[in-house]
């Protein structure tokens, strides 16, 4: 049984609430992905940050390059996973919250991302459609 463990990112690039607005951007463009983790200072997960909440609540709502990220995007509700959980549990989880990404924690101990790709790596072309589906409803 695949586990996330062995799906998930381990690459991690994360900001603190306090990365501004423009050192975001830079890392998103820098390692081509489309959300990072926001952890705090001992790096436990606190939230996450997209290119979406840049466009859509920063750049939409005036923010300055050098504006704390905290300001505006944020997303402090943040569906997680077990390494342990397998890979129908992730799919199951990304369709019921909706959600392309998903932080694997053991813990307050950030282990890695799944993304929608990683998924779509490891299940077969039936089961990542509805997947698929059900995020985009």
Do not use: C, N, W
Not at 18 to 24: G, K, M, Q
Not at 87 to 98: C, P
Not at 130 to 135: C, D, F, G, K, L
């Amino acid at each position: 049984m695949t586990t996330a463990r062995e799906i998930m990112s381990d690459d991690l690039f994360t900001v603190l609430p306090t990365s501004t607005v423009l050192e975001v951007a830079q890392l998103l463009k820098a390692h081509r992905v489309g959300a990072l983790p926001v952890v705090d200072d001992h790096q436990r997960l606190i939230g996450t940050v997209t290119d979406r909440d840049l466009v859509v609540f920063a750049i939409a709502a005036g923010a300055q390059p050098d504006d704390p990220i905290e300001k505006y995007g944020v997303r402090h509700e943040v569906f997680t996973v077990a390494p342990t959980a397998t890979l129908e549990d992730v799919q199951e989880l990304m369709g019921e919250k909706q959600v392309r990404r998903l932080p694997v924690v053991d813990g307050e101990t950030l282990l890695g991302v799944i993304s929608l790709a990683d998924v779509a790596k490891a299940a077969d072309a039936p089961a990542v459609g509805a997947t698929t589906e059900q995020i985009s409803l």
